[in-house]
């Protein structure tokens, strides 16, 4: 019970803080969904869920723009000028005038003072090993967002899960008070009326008098714990707080046996998330050796151009006439030396796919360790829910058996009350093994990557 009222709290603080950041709804909304329902409604709401799609369908463009680098590339320029002052060059004028001595200098005007120049300019790679390389690692990087939309599927489906369980749990909790709140009310209004005969004492009936107030007290406390559980489920499910969602799934349909199936396979490591998404940046990381290899190999693009000008002194005619030209040719760039710059990015590279592959090594470890971990304690949460019922039984029995001594006048009115704290006892018990068995059996599908 320490457990779950602690649990309360903190979903009360969790469903305080959604409520007050949400806006009030126009319209409430009613649903009856089953755990497979409020999981697929989850997918399809949960901010985390939705928000990691979206990085998705980013990361498509981002491929998309990877490759139209390598696509032709085309632009147009236009210009349009207006001198107002030529620019002056001097000219040796016995180049021209045989008869002016050698050396004398004449300023000459260049240009015309109205032009405009418009051209096309088109470049096409031809062979970039960088652009190769970052082709292959866009879909890689698409790969990695992928696997993150898949990781926050699976944590939605965790937290939606664990909250559906905890609202049954609560339910069940409450059945159990309901019935035991009936018991007790049928023995205080007779141990009431024995003592208005004189059969019974007064300390009997207040001792049976505080025991029901105590359990009145838990089931009001259980009912607004159940209230907020439920708030909880709709925060981890993106649903509004406020609509109305009743659940369809009963606790007697979860099979408990199947969890521990399949749980010798040693390379369930696989199907982890967290080992794919570490695979995924191991890739990246290899590509990024690639990009760095390739910076050492020539580069080949070619170009083209066409335009054409148009000069004249009188800006009323200067689109009389047109001078076109075009052009068309290759770049080749070899790099000779760069200061061992690339040397050393490769050497970088290197030693980030090793520190990658101890990542590997250590989370397969890790993965491990945490499996063995969830199989023995949802072994253990089993036994103790096997107990804890064969006690909760056994408690029902007992507070049977004293009832039927103390009215046939051979058992203690205190040994009916102590009956009936240990069987309330049993009962929480009961109900906090029931939830550490859920919880636990959710973990270990968690620990085996079964859930997707």
Known sequence: MRKLFFAGILFCAIAAKSYAQQAPPDTVHTHSFSLAECISYAYQHQDSVVNAGLDVKSAEYKVKETIGQGLPQISGTAQFQDYLKLPVTLVDVSSFEPNVPKGTLAPFKLGLNYQTTAALNLTQKIFDGSYLVGVKASKTYKELYQRSLTRSRIETNVNVTKAYYQVLVSNEQIKLLDANIKQLKQQLDQTTAENKQGLAELIDVQRLTVQYNNLVTSRDNTIRLLELNNELLKFQMGMSI???????????????????????????????????????????????????????????????????????????????????????????????????????????????????????????????????????????????????????????????????????????????????????????????????????????????????
Do not use: C, W
Request: charged share 20%; glycine share 6%; net charge negative.
């Open 242 to 452: 406020t609509d109305m969602l009743t659940l369809t799934d009963k606790l007697e349909i979860i099979d408990f046996n199947d969890a521990l199936a399949n749980t010798s396979d040693t390379s369930f490591y696989h199907n982890r998330i967290e080992y794919n998404l570490l695979e995924t940046q191991m890739k990246l990381n290899e590509y990024d050796l690639q990009n760095k290899k390739s910076q050492y190999l020539p580069t080949l693009s070619g170009f083209a151009n066409y335009g054409t000008s148009f000069q004249n002194n009188n800006f009323g005619s200067l689109y009389t006439a047109n001078y076109p030209s075009s052009y068309i040719g290759l770049t080749l760039n070899v790099p000779i030396f760069t200061g061992f710059q690339h040397l050393n990015q490769v050497r970088e590279s290197k030693i980030a796919i090793i520190k990658s592959e101890n990542d590997l090594f250590n989370l397969r470890n890790g993965i491990g360790l945490q499996a063995n971990k969830a199989r023995i304690t949802y072994i253990n949460g089993l036994q103790s829910l096997k107990s804890q019922k064969e006690n909760m039984a056994l408690a029902q029995e007992v507070l049977r058996v004293t009832k039927i001594k103390y009215s046939q006048g051979v058992g203690s009115s205190i040994e009916v009350t102590q009956a009936q704290t240990d069987l309330d006892s049993a009962d929480n018990s009961y109900i906090q093994s029931l939830y550490d068995a859920l919880v636990s059996k959710v973990d270990l599908d968690q620990a085996y990557g079964r859930i997707q």
